[in-house]
């Protein structure tokens, strides 16, 4: 059982448009969120985080926003650009033991020049 | 100036041998974590390791031990190795203040023949 689901495996862009990556979660004790990007060959990447007190954080062109009502996340990405071209992570961690991250199955973004 | 590093990248092994992946953090984090991504591309915790306890998520064989020798070092284990430990390794830590963002290594792909 999925705690942590990115239900769209992939998704393309054209550059300069916004990217909207999404997470849903079904552990209610979760209360910090973070998504990591993955490059081919190479671990992931901390990109931008939020905990539960929050509903959104901005990082430059990263916007994360978080629905707790729904244990909905997404992450905005404006303007997107090629580089942005990854596989992207939503991770939940909370009061279980050790502070574990639980990860998501990924989505890919290609972003289209 | 590598913040966590892991060595080799790459491991290609007969089943039934004994094999170890190192693990090193130069960041300072008191908490390190073992993650296996599987062919599905999901990436799940293994271990969570501090100098006071030791979290083993119960999924995991336990021909799987972590060994470290340091507050730095953080190293993978496996015995009697089988086809299906086929996979990509990644270490990670973080601090334990705080909220917990991970920092992950580039990961060593496992090959059991």
């Known amino acids: 059982d999925q705690q942590v689901k990115q239900n769209s495996p992939s998704l393309s862009v054209q550059e300069g448009r916004i990217s909207i990556l999404n997470c849903d979660y079904t552990?209610?004790?979760?209360?910090?969120f973070l998504w990591y990007k993955k490059y081919p060959a190479e671990g992931p990447t901390f990109l931008i985080s939020?905990?539960?007190?929050?509903d959104k954080n901005e990082d430059g062109r990263f916007t994360v926003f978080l629905n707790k009502s729904a244990k909905h996340l997404s992450l905005h990405i404006v303007p997107s650009q090629p580089g942005d071209s990854a596989v992207y992570f939503c991770?939940?961690?909370?009061?279980?033991?050790?502070?574990?991250?639980?990860f998501g199955g990924g989505t890919r973004l290609m972003v289209k020049p | 100036d590598t913040a966590v590093s892991q060595t080799p990248k790459y491991l290609v092994t007969q089943m039934g041998n004994d094999k170890s992946i190192k693990c090193e953090q130069n960041?300072?984090?008191?908490?390190m974590y073992w993650y296996k991504q599987d062919s599905k591309k999901f990436l799940k915790i293994m271990f969570s390791y501090n100098n006071k306890e030791l979290i083993i998520n119960e999924t995991v064989p336990n021909r799987f031990s972590p060994k470290s020798p340091d507050k730095a070092h953080l190293n993978l284990h496996i015995n009697s190795l089988e086809l299906g430990d086929s996979a990509v390794y990644f270490c990670?830590?973080?601090?334990?203040?705080?909220?917990?963002?991970?920092?992950f290594g580039p990961g060593t792909r496992l090959t059991v023949l």
């Open positions: 991770a939940a961690s909370g009061l279980n033991a050790g502070n574990m991250l639980t």
């Open positions: 990670a830590s973080s601090s334990r203040g705080g909220f917990n963002t991970q920092y």
């Open positions: 939020i905990s539960s007190i929050k």
């Open positions: 960041l300072g984090h008191d908490t």
């Open positions: 552990n209610s004790m979760f209360d910090y």
